[in-house]
């Protein structure tokens, strides 16, 4: 059974950093993009990053490039995002979800999701 499972949610000052971690079983790493996402409420889902099993590309939306960096450790089946200079908008729930092989932000492309871990950044 595939489960994909984040933590590392939390409140933090805008400014601040967290670090969220996305526990991946049932399915081989390898073979699978990860990606992480989020949704505010009221507005649609959005990709934040991604990254390739196969290779270690990464792809990173415009309002987190440059704050935001995804890792994976292969051997651990876990995938990160360390987030810094958050911002109020970056407040949502965050989502790790994997899909196909390939280099795509898009939510609908991909198919096992895990249950989300909600950002909340402070003024």
């Known amino acids: 059974e595939v489960q994909l499972v984040e933590s590392g949610g939390g409140l933090v000052q805008a400014g601040g950093s967290l670090r969220l971690s996305c526990a991946a079983s049932g399915f081989t790493f390898d073979n699978y993009a990860i990606g992480w996402f989020r949704q505010a409420p009221g507005k649609e889902r959005e990709g934040v990053s991604m990254?390739?099993?196969?290779?270690?590309?990464?792809i990173y939306a415009d309002s987190v490039k440059g704050r935001f960096t995804i890792s994976s450790d292969n051997a651990k089946n876990t995938i990160y995002l360390q987030m810094d200079s958050l911002k109020p908008a970056d407040t949502a729930v965050y989502y790790c979800a994997a899909g196909p092989l390939g280099y795509y932000l898009g939510f609908y492309n991909y198919d096992y999701w895990g249950q989300g871990t909600q950002v909340t950044v402070s003024l």
């Open positions: 990254i390739s099993g196969h290779d270690g590309t990464t």
